[in-house]
């Protein structure tokens, strides 16, 4: 076995993507704070902020394979710092609609779409990385670190949101989300590197260490046989993306996804909305328990990734990735029920948190298990999933409303539990040790 690294470049651009995480969370979900100051202003209903929510999931769905197609072809850094530019832009022009414009709703909605577009990119991008930079048997702590993130955007987005809108006005926490996002951004452009053989900094005995352990079965091959195939993208996208879609396990963890989707953007979208409008919170105290799960969205994406680490080394990856991610979607779904029952509404929001909590013990499982199957075509494969994902948010976004005004919030929250059940069942499918290989493209 390689010596302990020297150095820890990999740890420190894993922690730059929990940072780029965290920002492109911020700009996403500060519409949800602000959302009901911008409906008042815009004149919208419910369901019109719900259709503008939609919007912006349905264009981050859409272009997640893409994205995660473009990061094989051109590198993380470059599309993730061009990602950055583009969804600065987007999250500036969400503030910048003048209230007395016609049709501000058509136009939100197009900004919101393209917003998601570009967002669309980072995750796909952070798992191109993840393959290349991190070895197998730390990609759950990776990913967990990473996906922290979420919760950490999400988490101060109430406080920071709510103090500048209370302050400032509702437009100005997108212009600051947006020049946060483009520091950031030039920051990873400056330190990241696609591949750990191109970084000045990294020691000999972290890229040894890393090369040996950097895919699932590759020890003993030169680095060589380890780098993309092709820097600049072997095949068309739809041949690549048709192998993709048509293959078992991408299919049964997209499925997984789209179902953790569901559930996660309830708590993105309507969370806020649901304490002031539902139980009564005024609105420093909604900010204060809305920080809740993304809070214990932090801490069970950090806890989640070591237990899957530790039980993928101890009874390998059908236990340590599948089996932790069944068991997560599992309890997510008695704990949705039980807090939708809760009476008393700051120990429902507790009970609720600890239910995105749950399924948040699941998140880096679901990031570990493409890298480790699909390897050098990792941000295709993750891209492919977290496009089920996103759906499975747009139509949690539009759905929840509909189903909350027509038959009650607690039963849009036991329709969540239902899909929680159906993504924790949807892993048994999953057949960890199957590694996808994408077959070249024949020339005619």
């Given at each position: 076995m390689a010596d302990e690294p020297a150095s820890r470049v990999r740890w420190f651009l894993v922690f730059w993507l929990f940072v780029l995480g965290?920002?492109?969370?911020?700009?996403?979900?500060?519409?949800?704070?602000?959302?009901?100051?911008?409906?008042?202003?815009?004149?919208?209903?419910?369901?019109?902020?719900?259709?503008?929510?939609?919007?912006?999931?349905?264009?981050?769905?859409?272009?997640?394979?893409?994205?995660?197609?473009?990061?094989?072809?051109?590198?993380?850094?470059?599309?993730?710092?061009?990602?950055?530019?583009?969804?600065?832009?987007?999250?500036a022009l969400t503030a910048s609609l003048p209230s007395t414009i016609a049709g501000a709703f058509s136009c939100l909605i197009l900004i919101r779409f393209l917003l998601g577009a570009g967002e669309a990119i980072i995750y796909p991008a952070s798992n191109q990385f993840v393959s290349q930079w991190i070895p197998s048997q730390e990609r759950g702590?990776?990913?967990?670190?990473?996906?922290?993130?979420?919760?950490?955007?999400?988490?101060?987005?109430?406080?920071?949101?709510?103090?500048?809108?209370?302050?400032?006005?509702?437009?100005?926490?997108?212009?600051?989300?947006?020049?946060?996002?483009?520091?950031?951004?030039?920051?990873?452009?400056?330190?990241?590197?696609?591949v750990p053989e191109q970084h000045p900094l990294v020691s000999q005995a972290e890229l040894s260490y890393t090369q040996e352990f950097r895919i699932p079965g590759s020890v003993g091959k030169p680095a060589s046989d380890l780098l993309p195939e092709d820097p600049a993208g072997r095949g068309s996208f739809r041949h690549s993306w048709g192998q993709i879609a048509s293959n078992r396990n991408v299919l049964a963890v997209t499925i997984s996804y789209f179902c953790f989707g569901y559930v996660a953007w309830i708590f993105f979208s309507w969370f806020y909305i649901y304490l002031v409008k539902v139980r009564g919170l005024d609105l420093k105290t909604s900010a204060f328990y809305s920080t809740l799960p993304p809070l214990a969205i932090v801490v069970c994406s950090l806890c989640g990734g070591a237990i899957s680490d530790a039980m993928t080394k101890s009874y390998g990856r059908r236990i340590g990735r599948c089996g932790v991610g069944c068991f997560a979607l599992l309890l997510a779904s008695v704990i949705l029920v039980l807090g939708s029952r809760v009476a008393n509404a700051p120990l429902a929001s507790i009970v609720l948190s600890g239910g995105v909590g749950a399924l948040y013990l699941a998140q880096s499982s679901y990031w570990s298990i493409t890298a480790d199957i699909a390897g050098n075509n990792a941000?295709?494969?993750?891209?492919?999933?977290?496009?089920?994902?996103?759906?499975?948010?747009?139509?949690?976004?539009?759905?929840?409303?509909?189903?909350?005004?027509?038959?009650?919030?607690?039963?849009?929250?036991?329709?969540?539990?239902?899909?929680?059940?159906?993504?924790?069942?949807?892993?048994?499918?999953?057949?960890?040790?199957?590694?996808?290989?994408?077959?070249?493209k024949q020339p005619h």
């Open positions: 965290a920002v492109s969370y911020l700009d996403r979900v500060n519409i949800s704070i602000a959302g009901t100051a911008l409906a008042e202003e815009y004149h919208l209903t419910q369901i019109q902020l719900g259709s503008i929510f939609s919007a912006f999931l349905l264009g981050y769905a859409i272009f997640q394979t893409p994205g995660g197609w473009l990061a094989g072809r051109l590198g993380p850094r470059y599309v993730l710092t061009i990602g950055v530019v583009w969804w600065g832009v987007f999250t702590l990776a990913n967990g670190l990473i996906f922290a993130g979420v919760g950490a955007g999400a988490g101060t987005a109430p406080i920071f949101v709510t103090y500048l809108m209370i302050h400032y006005g509702w437009r100005w926490p997108f212009w600051v989300s947006t020049i946060l996002g483009l520091i950031v951004g030039l920051v990873w452009y400056g330190v990241a590197r696609d941000g295709l494969a993750s891209g492919f999933m977290n496009m089920g994902g996103q759906l499975g948010g747009a139509l949690t976004a539009s759905l929840t409303p509909v189903i909350a005004q027509r038959y009650g919030w607690t039963s849009s929250f036991l329709v969540a539990a239902v899909f929680s059940g159906i993504g924790g069942l949807a892993w048994l499918l999953v057949e960890p040790d199957q590694r996808l290989a994408l077959a070249r």
